[in-house]
């Protein structure tokens, strides 16, 4: 019996979705998400009940989610609202709400996360429908496979609130729109509606939409704009979006216009104005998101998406023009951040809505490689099985499914071959190559959980406590960045990521530079998370043991401020400037550098001011503190704003301390 094709359609999604769902507990949350799910169960509970707090909490409610917060609930986000949409925080919320709160059937972060898997499963199942609609079941098996073994879609599936979510109610609308045009039903036009109204209560990703579709319908031709069937229904769809937009967001309905424009000015200030990657900059446009897709995207798809694109140009000359929607789907993303003045940070997962695309592309290309194969074996009159053609393409994709395996649950970090893997990307520093939103914050947990000692006590080397959700460690760890006690070394574990990509402060160094690793987790060799225990066992030799050099030093009183010179290269630890203490509120702001030949300085990330963690810097009573981790450096600048002479107490004005057993 020949089995239909949606019900191969069916069963791939639902091995994917379940997949999905067993995997969930392997994922941390990502840094992102908890203020989302704060604000939608704030959001959820002002719609079910009209209640702005948590004070009348029903006792039907056996369990309660760590993110129903007493602090950042109704009444504050009415009043303080800002950033991205809260649609998709609120349907997480909702999810949460029935399956953890209400049945207990998932745990409490795993209920917000079913959220993102099911869209995503829903987005699978489109991909493999409208691939199969246009191509054939194989086209739409190697589509379905092109977006399922996206490594960046697959991990950020289970954990990332906002992109899977926006690329999923983007493709939908998008379908729906294509649907509407090509069955003359206004019905499809309805649904794309309601869609980019959830897109755009997610993201305004969904804004240039219109880049995508005017394109394609001019190149349908003028009289499937302006049919007069649809002119209403054209003129409706906008009022829907903003009804679900407006509808979906309470902080709006306070003062529309202004807080719309201080959303709007949230985009402006994230997606223009400050190049993250200057040394991608070509012409003024930055090639970073394309060759960021090029390395990050599977050969196997990388291939077939290519022969895609170029099948997509060659079908312009014909009547169907579905492959060059996608076409434009998968370019007018890629575009927008590339052109002058646009900015991308964190690799491409901002603009997660090309990936869709481009598998649709791939099954078109996988498509078109059968058919190619077909004609040339006719040619030669060689025998030809369809079939074995297509079981052979299909195998292609098993090096990508092992590779997510073996890097599970780790997979936004893959890097293909072109650029070495992670390894390679790092050796080259490609911008953003160990960026994983805090996703191995969970691994560490459970290590530390079967490893350490009974009341151990637990920091992040940098990250809020929010990063690492206190359900998931175990009960007698105290966990509390306060904890902190750098070179007092009072035992706490030291947990961190290895890779950012800005410049660290102090307490972040520290570990690095002062401990030994207890543990770390390695993803191709690549270590990118490490935990420490800070004691003095665990510290590397040379760097306990420190002395004052101030005696030794040369101290030149400039214009600016203060120019230190030790006459040797030290490792420098702490510094200490002494100052009038009548003059002291008169400092705003200072510049700590460093540098060891007096040419190339290196600007110190913590500055100087009135509101620094007291334990790395103060300026208090008189008296800047300041500590570096063990920094090589013999010459020391210190740039006060505003500086007069008279700041500076008679006498010794400056003392200088370094490790003494070890040398640069």
């Given at each position: 019996?020949?089995?239909?094709?949606?019900?191969?359609?069916?069963?791939?999604?639902?091995?994917?979705?379940?997949?999905?769902?067993?995997?969930?507990?392997?994922?941390?949350?990502?840094?992102?998400?908890?203020?989302?799910?704060?604000?939608?169960?704030?959001?959820?509970?002002?719609?079910?009940?009209?209640?702005?707090?948590?004070?009348?909490?029903?006792?039907?409610?056996?369990?309660?989610?760590?993110?129903?917060?007493?602090?950042?609930?109704?009444?504050?986000?009415?009043?303080?609202?800002?950033?991205?949409?809260?649609?998709?925080?609120?349907?997480?919320?909702?999810?949460?709400?029935?399956?953890?709160?209400?049945?207990?059937?998932?745990?409490?972060?795993?209920?917000?996360?079913?959220?993102?898997?099911?869209?995503?499963?829903?987005?699978?199942?489109?991909?493999?429908?409208?691939?199969?609609?246009?191509?054939?079941?194989?086209?739409?098996?190697?589509?379905?496979?092109?977006?399922?073994?996206?490594?960046?879609?697959?991990?950020?599936?289970?954990?990332?609130?906002?992109?899977?979510?926006?690329?999923?109610?983007?493709?939908?609308?998008?379908?729906?729109?294509?649907?509407?045009?090509?069955?003359?039903?206004?019905?499809?036009?309805i649904f794309s509606s309601l869609f980019a109204g959830f897109a755009l209560g997610t993201k305004f990703?969904?804004?240039?939409?219109?880049?995508?579709?005017?394109?394609?319908?001019?190149?349908?031709?003028?009289?499937?704009?302006?049919?007069?069937?649809?002119?209403?229904?054209?003129?409706?769809?906008?009022?829907?979006?903003?009804?679900?937009?407006?509808?979906?967001?309470?902080?709006?309905?306070?003062?529309?216009?202004?807080?719309?424009?201080?959303?709007?000015?949230?985009?402006?200030?994230?997606?223009?104005?400050?190049?993250?990657?200057?040394?991608?900059?070509?012409?003024?446009?930055?090639?970073?998101?394309?060759?960021?897709?090029?390395?990050?995207?599977?050969?196997?798809?990388?291939?077939?998406?290519?022969?895609?694109?170029?099948?997509?140009?060659?079908?312009?000359?014909?009547?169907?023009?579905?492959?060059?929607?996608?076409?434009?789907?998968?370019?007018?993303?890629?575009?927008?951040?590339?052109?002058?003045?646009?900015?991308?940070?964190?690799?491409?997962?901002?603009?997660?809505?090309?990936?869709?695309?481009?598998a649709l592309l791939t099954g078109l290309g996988a498509s078109s490689m059968v058919t190619w194969l077909?004609?040339?074996?006719?040619?030669?009159?060689?025998?030809?099985?369809?079939?074995?053609?297509?079981?052979?393409i299909l195998l292609m994709f098993l090096p990508i499914t092992f590779k997510i395996i073996s890097i599970?649950?780790?997979?936004?970090?893959?890097?293909?071959?072109?650029?070495?893997?992670?390894?390679?990307?790092?050796?080259?520093?490609?911008?953003?190559?160990?960026?994983?939103?805090?996703?191995?914050?969970?691994?560490?947990?459970?290590?530390?959980?079967?490893?350490?000692?009974?009341?151990?006590?637990?920091?992040?080397?940098?990250?809020?406590?929010?990063?690492?959700?206190?359900?998931?460690?175990?009960?007698?760890?105290?966990?509390?960045?306060?904890?902190?006690?750098?070179?007092?070394?009072?035992?706490?574990?030291?947990?961190?990521?290895?890779?950012?990509?800005?410049?660290?402060?102090?307490?972040?160094?520290?570990?690095?530079?002062?401990?030994?690793?207890?543990?770390?987790?390695?993803?191709?060799?690549?270590?990118?998370?490490?935990?420490?225990?800070?004691?003095?066992?665990?510290?590397?030799?040379?760097?306990?043991?420190?002395?004052?050099?101030?005696?030794?030093?040369?101290?030149?009183?400039?214009?600016?401020?203060?120019?230190?010179?030790?006459?040797?290269?030290?490792?420098?630890?702490?510094?200490?400037?002494?100052?009038?203490?009548?003059?002291?509120?008169?400092?705003?702001?200072?510049?700590?550098?460093?540098?060891?030949?007096?040419?190339?300085?290196?600007?110190?990330?913590?500055?100087?001011?009135?509101?620094?963690?007291?334990?790395?810097?103060?300026?208090?009573?008189?008296?800047?503190?300041?500590?570096?981790?063990?920094?090589?450096?013999?010459?020391?600048?210190?740039?006060?704003?505003?500086?007069?002479?008279?700041?500076?107490?008679?006498?010794?004005?400056?003392?200088?301390?370094?490790?003494?057993?070890?040398?640069?």
């Open positions: 019996m020949k089995v239909k094709p949606i019900f191969v359609g069916l069963l791939i999604t639902l091995i994917f979705f379940l997949i999905s769902l067993f995997t969930l507990s392997d994922y941390n949350v990502n840094w992102d998400e908890p203020v989302h799910f704060m604000r939608g169960q704030a959001y959820l509970r002002y719609f079910l009940t009209g209640e702005k707090n948590y004070k009348n909490l029903p006792s039907s409610l056996p369990r309660l989610s760590i993110y129903q917060s007493n602090t950042l609930d109704g009444e504050y986000f009415l009043e303080n609202d800002s950033g991205h949409p809260p649609l998709n925080g609120i349907l997480a919320a909702l999810t949460n709400y029935i399956f953890y709160q209400k049945l207990g059937i998932l745990g409490d972060i795993e209920a917000y996360h079913l959220f993102i898997i099911l869209v995503s499963t829903c987005l699978a199942f489109l991909i493999f429908y409208w691939a199969r609609e246009e191509y054939g079941l194989f086209a739409g098996v190697v589509a379905f496979l092109s977006l399922t073994f996206y490594p960046l879609f697959f991990g950020e599936s289970h954990n990332n609130i906002k992109d899977p979510v926006e690329a999923s109610f983007f493709a939908f609308a998008l379908y729906g729109f294509y649907k509407g045009i090509k069955c003359q039903n206004w019905r499809w036009i990703n969904i804004l240039f939409l219109p880049f995508i579709l005017f394109p394609w319908l001019l190149a349908l031709g003028i009289k499937k704009i302006f049919s007069k069937k649809f002119a209403l229904f054209f003129l409706v769809y906008p009022f829907i979006v903003l009804v679900i937009f407006f509808a979906s967001w309470p902080f709006l309905w306070q003062e529309p216009i202004f807080n719309l424009l201080k959303t709007f000015g949230y985009y402006k200030e994230i997606g223009t104005g400050a190049v993250y990657q200057p040394q991608f900059i070509v012409a003024g446009f930055s090639t970073y998101p394309l060759q960021a897709i090029i390395f990050t995207t599977p050969l196997v798809v990388l291939f077939f998406s290519f022969i895609g694109i170029i099948g997509a140009f060659a079908n312009l000359r014909k009547k169907q023009k579905t492959s060059f929607l996608w076409l434009l789907w998968f370019l007018i993303p890629i575009m927008r951040v590339s052109l002058p003045g646009a900015s991308i940070y964190g690799g491409v997962r901002q603009i997660m809505e090309y990936i869709p695309a481009m077909h004609g040339y074996m006719a040619r030669i009159k060689k025998p030809f099985n369809h079939l074995t053609i297509q079981l052979l599970h649950p780790n997979q936004n970090l893959y890097f293909n071959p072109l650029i070495g893997g992670l390894q390679g990307a790092a050796e080259k520093n490609f911008p953003g190559w160990g960026i994983t939103l805090g996703n191995p914050y969970l691994q560490g947990v459970k290590w530390l959980n079967q490893n350490v000692e009974p009341n151990a006590k637990l920091v992040l080397s940098l990250g809020m406590m929010t990063n690492v959700p206190k359900i998931k460690l175990r009960e007698d760890i105290e966990f509390s960045n306060a904890l902190e006690s750098l070179t007092w070394r009072e035992g706490e574990y030291i947990m961190g990521l290895t890779y950012y990509s800005f410049p660290l402060p102090y307490d972040t160094q520290y570990p690095e530079r002062y401990l030994e690793p207890g543990w770390e987790k390695k993803v191709e060799g690549m270590s990118i998370l490490k935990i420490w225990k800070n004691d003095l066992a665990h510290t590397k030799n040379g760097f306990v043991a420190e002395k004052d050099i101030t005696s030794e030093t040369k101290i030149a009183v400039e214009d600016y401020g203060l120019l230190v010179d030790f006459q040797k290269p030290v490792f420098l630890t702490r510094m200490e400037v002494f100052l009038d203490p009548k003059k002291t509120n008169e400092i705003k702001w200072g510049v700590i550098s460093t540098s060891l030949d007096g040419v190339s300085w290196d600007e110190q990330p913590e500055g100087l001011s009135q509101n620094q963690i007291p334990r790395v810097q103060k300026l208090k009573n008189g008296m800047i503190t300041h500590f570096f981790a063990a920094i090589p450096a013999r010459f020391l600048k210190i740039k006060i704003t505003p500086f007069d002479r008279s700041y500076l107490r008679v006498g010794n004005s400056v003392k200088i301390t370094t490790l003494r057993d070890l040398k640069p």
